[in-house]
């Protein structure tokens, strides 16, 4: 995960929740053509440093930055898109860097939304993984990939042809956009930044469970619906028996813990009383 500080760092968590809310509901499909689209105004926007200013200028109101976002962008890129960019400029930045930073974040987030949606998201975290190994090994590879000379739609061919067959769809589209911008960064880092984002989403899907007794069919069922409606996407359930939970359950799932323990109660009963 892209890694902010100050105020970027809460308008990231921010966007990443728009995100979420975005994301609830939509197909696979629609997932990664949001995706897609969040990366097509990222070249837009990472290209031109006068552009980030202008979205991040904290002396223009947000409604004139987010029309400067329609102007660019409507006639390009779908609705959803565009309002996560609209909730994008309306938000505080440290530096005009850290929109471009946070819009690569979510679209990486997006697309392995897309995958999760479809089954997947274990799978592409592993390919992501696999391609960052390949590179590491095949200098030959690695060189025909960072070259300047050659388009990035050549690159995106050469991806396809190699690896088009044997990886999953998210995989190579995420491959695809990591040879379209680049952002002043190799190719190791590019993938390494999206390896950390495709593993924030997993984590923001995955709820760790900890209690005392095993769950019915029924309660894990209940309890994941109840944690599916809430993200917005599929949540998947990992449980732990532990002895010494004492009542109750502890849920983890991205930044959020929900502690319902007689322990947690207990404790919070008694800072209660001292306070």
Same mark, same amino acid.
């Given at each position: 995960?892209?890694?902010?500080?100050?105020?970027?760092?809460?308008?990231?968590?921010?966007?990443?929740?728009?995100?979420?809310?975005?994301?609830?509901?939509?197909?696979?499909?629609?997932?990664?053509a949001i995706s897609s689209d969040l990366f097509k105004a990222l070249v837009a926007i990472d290209s031109s440093t006068g552009l980030r200013r202008a979205l991040t200028d904290s002396s223009r109101d947000a409604a004139s930055k987010s029309d400067l976002?329609?102007?660019?962008?409507?006639?390009?890129?779908g609705s959803k898109a565009l309002s996560l960019l609209g909730n994008a400029v309306s938000l505080r930045?440290?530096?005009?860097?850290?929109?471009?930073?946070?819009?690569e974040q979510i679209a990486v987030e997006a697309e392995a939304a897309a995958a999760n949606l479809s089954d997947s998201l274990n799978l592409v975290q592993s390919?992501?993984?696999?391609?960052?190994?390949?590179?590491?090994?095949?200098?030959?590879?690695?060189?025909?990939?960072?070259?300047?000379?050659?388009?990035?739609?050549?690159?995106?061919a050469l991806l396809k042809t190699i690896f088009g067959s044997k990886f999953s769809a998210s995989t190579n589209n995420l491959l695809a956009h990591s040879v379209e911008g680049r952002r002043a960064r190799s190719i190791e880092k590019t993938i390494t930044a999206y390896s950390h984002a495709v593993t924030a989403?997993?984590?923001?899907? !995955?709820?760790?469970?900890?209690? $005392? /007794?095993?769950l019915? #069919?029924?309660?894990?069922?209940?309890?994941?619906d109840s944690l599916t409606k809430k993200i917005g996407q599929p949540v998947h359930l990992n449980i732990?028996?532990?002895? !010494?939970?004492?009542?109750?359950? $502890? /849920?983890?799932?991205? #930044?959020?813990?929900?502690?319902?323990?007689?322990?947690?109660?207990l404790a919070e009963a008694s800072r209660a009383l001292v306070s």
């Open positions: 995960m892209i890694v902010l500080g100050g105020s970027s760092r809460q308008s990231l968590a921010a966007l990443r929740v728009a995100l979420d809310n975005t994301l609830n509901g939509v197909s696979a499909g629609d997932a990664s976002v329609s102007d660019l962008f409507k006639k390009s890129l930045w440290s530096a005009p860097s850290g929109i471009a930073d946070a819009i390919e992501i993984f696999t391609f960052s190994k390949l590179l590491i090994e095949n200098p030959d590879l690695r060189t025909a990939l960072s070259d300047r000379a050659q388009s990035p739609e050549s690159k995106q989403r997993r984590n923001r899907v !995955n709820a760790h469970i900890k209690s $005392s /007794i095993a019915s #069919d029924g309660q894990a069922k209940k309890l994941a732990e028996i532990d002895p !010494n939970v004492l009542g109750g359950i $502890s /849920i983890r799932f991205g #930044d959020e813990v929900i502690d319902g323990t007689i322990a947690n109660r």
